[in-house]
Antibody
């Protein structure tokens, strides 16, 4: 079964750091670009970051550039999001999501994890 | 950044009725538009990709159309499980962007 499982969310103070993980299974992880998408409570979806299969291409939303770092370990079938200098407005459910077609960077997201909640509050 | 504007914000219909949801892009996205369904407490589910292609396992009552800047998601005959929030998303240019969503509620 194709599956993504996020972990690492929690409560953190403003200015703090958190590292999210996403464990992939059931597909050739290294062939697919992966993404982080977040959703603030009661709000819509916001794309956060994308990384290509070989990590050669990395993109960030302006709202997180310079504070967040996306990475992956293909040997461990895992995706990561290092979040530094966290702000209250970063409070959201964070989803990892796979692109639909292997070797495509920009594509629809066909597989999503269940999400992990990040709360930034003092 | 390409802005996607969805309308209406809320759509109230009854089971069995036809639903028509719209998504307008601030500039052409060709056919690179997707539609997602999200139910409370769940992750989004891909319905339509590249404007008119149904994703794997999506019922035939869901269809998408459009190109350039104007797109439509149609649900031909609403089932009780279709009442949810629907988002459009463009993959034409970075950054990937989503519309603000249309809430489809039971009348």
């Amino acid at each position: 079964e194709v599956q993504l499982v996020e972990s690492g969310g929690g409560l953190v103070k403003p200015g703090g750091s958190l590292r999210l993980s996403c464990a992939a299974s059931g597909f050739m992880f290294s062939s697919y670009s992966m993404n982080w998408v977040r959703q603030a409570p009661g709000k819509g979806l916001e794309w956060v970051s994308s990384i290509s299969g070989s990590s050669n291409y990395i993109y960030y939303a302006d709202s997180v550039r310079g504070r967040f770092t996306i990475s992956r370990d293909n040997a461990k079938n895992s995706l990561y999001l290092q979040m530094n200098s966290l702000r209250a407005e970063d409070t959201a459910v964070y989803y990892c999501a796979r692109v639909r077609a292997a070797r495509l960077g920009l594509d629809a997201f066909d597989i999503w994890g269940q999400g992990t909640m990040v709360t930034v509050s003092s | 950044e390409i802005v996607l504007t969805q309308s209406p914000a809320t759509l109230s219909l009854s089971p069995g009725e036809r639903a028509t949801l719209s998504c307008r892009a601030s500039q052409s996205v060709s056919s690179y538009l997707a539609w997602y369904q999200q139910k409370p407490g769940q992750a989004p589910r891909l319905l339509i990709y590249d404007a008119s292609n149904r994703a794997t396992g999506i019922p035939a009552r869901f269809s998408g159309s459009g190109s350039g800047t104007d797109f439509t998601l149609t649900i031909s005959s609403l089932e009780p499980e279709d009442f949810a929030v629907y988002y459009c998303q463009q993959r034409s240019n970075w950054p990937v962007t989503f519309g603000q969503g249309t809430r489809l509620e039971i009348k």
